[in-house]
């Protein structure tokens, strides 16, 4: 393995395969029962792995700048409710209670809007019919984005902006991936989620994207402390105007954040520090 980055203790490892499935960038494989970096260098510094294992048997060295810091949460301590949320991409089939929905909804509309316009909408897809929908929806997009990236297009950029035709072949290879894991029933959208929310605002709105990532924030931390996982959608975003027709929102609102939520597959143990970060301090005189 990767010695760099993660080390695993074979003495404590019970080859659960756990980090391996929690994984978003697909760095680890089982080799003869023990967790592997089959391609390091994809590696994206989240910390699941160690987090998440039941056995405490993978230590991840972090990030080279800003190392984070792994440790047993402590109940009393508050810092331990930003640490130990995690981007949940796997799910029981519990479905999530419509008071616990209503209240996550309340406690969203908490946050801050431009002019305190308050125009956000919420929209909840609980349906297993409904969720499917929304992947199918989604992943049509990604393979019409997909076509569009032909070899007329990057032929020409290639003369005229080299640089923009190799961002958009990798693009293209990106789009491919994602579209071939939905046809293969992996759910790379939407997770498998038993719930998404859709938050919207009028497109008039000059703050409305602000608005709903503001509120959404709120909605993944209260989620979180009431011990529910939830994954923050992005690549909805450029399906929006489709997903807008699905939940017939009115022409004049657009979709600006997407988020999934259940109940977590996986308990993770570990609460995760990142560090100081950065921060830059002036001492301004007169």
């Given at each position: 393995?990767?010695?760099?980055?993660?080390?695993?203790?074979?003495?404590?490892?019970?080859?659960?395969?756990?980090?391996?499935?929690?994984?978003?960038?697909?760095?680890?494989?089982?080799?003869?029962?023990?967790?592997?970096?089959?391609?390091?260098?994809?590696?994206?510094?989240?910390?699941?792995?160690?987090?998440?294992?039941?056995?405490?048997?993978?230590?991840?060295?972090?990030?080279?700048?800003?190392?984070?810091?792994?440790?047993?949460?402590e109940p009393d301590n508050p810092e331990?409710?930003?640490?130990?949320?995690?981007?949940?991409?796997?799910?029981?089939?519990?479905?999530?209670?419509?008071?616990?929905?209503?209240?996550?909804?309340?406690?969203?509309?908490?946050?801050?809007?431009?002019?305190?316009?308050?125009?956000?909408?919420?929209?909840?897809?609980?349906?297993?019919?409904?969720?499917?929908?929304?992947?199918?929806?989604?992943?049509?997009?990604?393979?019409?984005?997909?076509?569009?990236?032909?070899?007329?297009?990057?032929?020409?950029?290639?003369?005229?902006?080299?640089?923009?035709?190799?961002?958009?072949?990798?693009?293209r290879e990106a789009l491919k991936r994602?579209?071939?894991?939905?046809?293969?029933g992996h759910h790379p959208f939407f997770?498998?989620?038993?719930?998404?929310?859709?938050?919207?605002?009028?497109?008039?709105?000059?703050?409305?994207?602000?608005?709903?990532?503001?509120?959404?924030?709120?909605?993944?931390?209260?989620?979180?402390?009431?011990?529910?996982?939830?994954?923050?959608?992005?690549?909805?975003?450029?399906?929006?105007?489709?997903?807008?027709?699905?939940?017939?929102?009115?022409?004049?609102?657009?979709?600006?954040?997407?988020?999934?939520?259940?109940?977590?597959?996986?308990?993770?143990?570990?609460?995760?520090?990142?560090?100081?970060?950065?921060?830059?301090?002036?001492?301004?005189?007169?």
């Amino acid at each position: 393995m990767n010695t760099f980055l993660i080390s695993v203790d074979k003495d404590r490892c019970t080859s659960c395969a756990i980090c391996v499935d929690v994984c978003p960038a697909g760095v680890l494989t089982l080799r003869e029962g023990i967790p592997t970096a089959r391609h390091p260098g994809s590696c994206i510094f989240c910390g699941h792995c160690t987090a998440v294992c039941p056995e405490d048997a993978l230590t991840h060295r972090g990030e080279e700048t800003g190392k984070f810091i792994l440790k047993i949460p402590e109940p009393d301590n508050p810092e331990d409710l930003y640490a130990t949320r995690r981007s949940i991409r796997h799910y029981t089939s519990q479905k999530v209670e419509p008071d616990v929905l209503q209240k996550l909804m309340y406690l969203a509309e908490t946050a801050p809007s431009g002019h305190n316009a308050r125009k956000r909408q919420y929209h909840i897809v609980d349906s297993k019919a409904a969720i499917d929908k929304v992947e199918a929806i989604t992943t049509q997009r990604y393979r019409r984005l997909a076509a569009l990236i032909n070899p007329v297009v990057t032929g020409f950029l290639s003369v005229v902006a080299p640089r923009k035709a190799r961002s958009l072949l990798k693009d293209r290879e990106a789009l491919k991936r994602l579209v071939s894991a939905s046809e293969r029933g992996h759910h790379p959208f939407f997770r498998g989620a038993p719930c998404a929310i859709f938050i919207s605002a009028p497109k008039t709105q000059r703050t409305g994207r602000e608005d709903c990532t503001a509120a959404q924030q709120i909605l993944i931390l209260n989620a979180h402390r009431l011990g529910l996982g939830t994954c923050i959608i992005g690549f909805a975003l450029y399906a929006h105007k489709e997903l807008e027709k699905f939940l017939n929102l009115p022409k004049n609102r657009r979709i600006y954040a997407v988020t999934v939520l259940g109940y977590p597959k996986y308990n993770y143990r570990k609460a995760i520090y990142r560090g100081d970060g950065a921060m830059e301090r002036r001492d301004w005189e007169d």
